[in-house]
């Protein structure tokens, strides 16, 4: 509904309402880059003999809990609110597929496809750091989109690949993996669009709840209800066993490589579990992200666990590959497990280097999703070199 709304608006005010979307956006820069400058000239201008927080690296802006309110907070809760409730966020996903059509005309990043025993996962570069994907039953010629954002670029694959698209899955409302969905399931009379019914999808046909199962072909695609990012989120696990081949999880906004999504609609505990559901699969699932942002969470991971080693073999593989400009997708879940911080919450080195201890009454999970806050927070606030 939100898509209609918006293609009504762009008729007439589309052009006015940009400019205002882009004052919000410029006033909201032009406030956090003042506020820094602030923040740094009171630091160097402190009386002596008045003792300062000593950063937790280099490469991490300090900022105490108890500082008073943080100015921008309500001005990102505001642009969160517009994105994903009014048609303004839908002219500022179109403002952003212009400028990726333009910037990367053949995609942000170069990716293989991965071929098993009859089923093809094709990785879509979209929009300047997002994946769309395209699974394929190769025996039947049938094809699932998975949030397919840029649908001039989807399409243009599907045509490659000479399949037919017969369902779209959905991880969350955000326009950034929903935005194609009108166009797609306009230009594919059959197509299905599947997601969360609590989350807002675009043009959703078909509702999911937790452990339904997608058939497409030979393809079956189990929905698992993970929140926290948005309320709906879901991530789709494409059974390995009847192509004899690896697990393959389409993670959307929850997991990255070496990162997790923010949690715009939830808290740290609703996130950790939806971590613990994807840490209960096998190790050798394929994780496949939204958006490709390898090199620099594995930057921060850098900064919380120095000393991990794996972290720093996966860095100098990314490094190398980023410099080509190819993709860092797929990696496995038992890679994710050894050096993505937001899965080692259960760590005893970071919780003794990060975390609150046990809660008051013992409770080792409430001391996990403290940890998991905290290292959100950081995150937040680091900056790659």
């Given at each position: 509904m939100a898509?209609?709304?918006?293609?009504?608006?762009?008729?007439?005010?589309g052009?006015r309402?940009?400019?205002v979307?882009?004052?919000?956006?410029a006033?909201?820069?032009?406030?956090?880059a003042s506020?820094?400058?602030t923040?740094?000239?009171?630091?160097?201008?402190?009386?002596?003999?008045?003792?300062?927080p000593?950063?937790l690296?280099p490469?991490?802006?300090y900022i105490?809990?108890?500082r008073?309110?943080?100015p921008m907070?309500?001005?990102?809760?505001?642009?969160y609110s517009l994105?994903?409730?009014?048609?303004?966020?839908?002219?500022?996903?179109?403002q952003?597929l212009?400028?990726?059509?333009?910037?990367y005309p053949?995609?942000?990043?170069?990716?293989?496809?991965?071929?098993?025993?009859?089923v093809?996962?094709?990785p879509?570069?979209?929009l300047?750091?997002?994946?769309?994907?395209?699974i394929i039953d190769?025996?039947?010629?049938l094809?699932?989109?998975?949030d397919?954002?840029?649908?001039r670029a989807?399409?243009?694959s599907?045509?490659?690949e000479g399949v037919t698209l017969?369902?779209?899955?959905?991880t969350?409302k955000h326009?950034?993996?929903?935005g194609?969905?009108?166009d797609l399931?306009?230009?594919?009379?059959?197509?299905r669009?599947?997601?969360?019914?609590?989350d807002g999808i675009?043009y959703l046909?078909?509702?999911?709840?937790?452990?339904?199962?997608?058939s497409?072909?030979?393809l079956?695609?189990?929905a698992?209800?993970?929140p926290?990012?948005t309320q709906?989120?879901?991530v789709?696990l494409?059974?390995?066993?009847?192509y004899?081949g690896?697990?393959?999880?389409f993670?959307g906004?929850?997991l990255?490589?070496s990162?997790?999504?923010?949690?715009?609609?939830g808290?740290a505990?609703?996130?950790?579990?939806s971590?613990d559901?994807?840490?209960g699969?096998?190790?050798?699932?394929?994780?496949?992200?939204?958006h490709?942002?390898a090199?620099e969470?594995?930057?921060?991971?850098?900064?919380?666990?120095p000393?991990n080693l794996?972290?720093e073999?996966?860095?100098?593989w990314?490094?190398?590959?980023?410099?080509?400009r190819k993709s860092t997708?797929?990696?496995?879940?038992g890679?994710e497990?050894?050096?993505n911080p937001f899965?080692?919450t259960h760590?005893?080195?970071?919780q003794?280097a990060l975390?609150?201890g046990?809660?008051?009454t013992?409770?080792?999970?409430?001391?996990?999703?403290q940890?998991?806050?905290?290292?959100?927070?950081l995150?937040?606030?680091?900056?790659?070199?």
């Open positions: 898509a209609v709304v918006a293609a009504t608006a762009l008729k007439g005010r052009a309402n940009a400019r979307l882009r004052g919000i956006l006033g909201a820069t032009a406030n956090k506020h820094n400058r923040r740094a000239l009171q630091s160097h201008s402190s009386p002596e003999g008045k003792e300062e000593e950063p690296s490469e991490l802006e105490p809990r108890k008073g309110k943080n907070k309500a001005v990102g809760l505001a642009w994105y994903t409730r009014t048609w303004l966020g839908y002219l500022f996903y179109r952003q212009r400028r990726a059509r333009n910037r053949k995609g942000h990043s170069k990716t293989q496809p991965r071929l098993f025993n009859g093809k996962v094709l879509i570069p979209v300047s750091d997002n994946y769309s994907y395209l190769t025996q039947a010629q094809a699932v989109a998975v397919p954002s840029d649908p989807v399409q243009a599907i045509e490659k017969v369902a779209i899955l959905c969350h326009w950034d993996h929903s194609g969905n009108r399931s306009r230009r594919h009379r059959d197509c669009v599947y997601g969360s019914p609590q675009p046909t078909h509702p999911l709840c937790h452990q339904d199962v997608v497409v072909g030979r079956q695609i189990r698992l209800a993970t926290g990012h709906g989120h879901l789709y494409l059974d390995g066993e009847p004899k690896p697990s393959c999880l993670s906004d929850l990255f490589l990162g997790c999504g923010r949690t715009f609609e808290n505990e609703t996130m950790l579990s971590l559901t994807v840490l699969l096998g190790d050798d699932t394929l994780l496949w992200p939204g490709e942002y090199e969470n594995l930057g921060f991971a850098g900064v919380v666990e000393e794996a972290r073999r996966k860095m100098q990314v490094q190398r590959q980023r410099l080509e997708c797929p990696s496995t879940l890679e497990r050894s050096y899965l080692r760590c005893l080195a970071l003794e975390g609150p046990p809660g008051p013992g409770d080792d999970d409430c001391s996990r999703a940890l998991l806050e905290e290292l959100r927070r995150k937040d606030m680091h900056k790659s070199k």
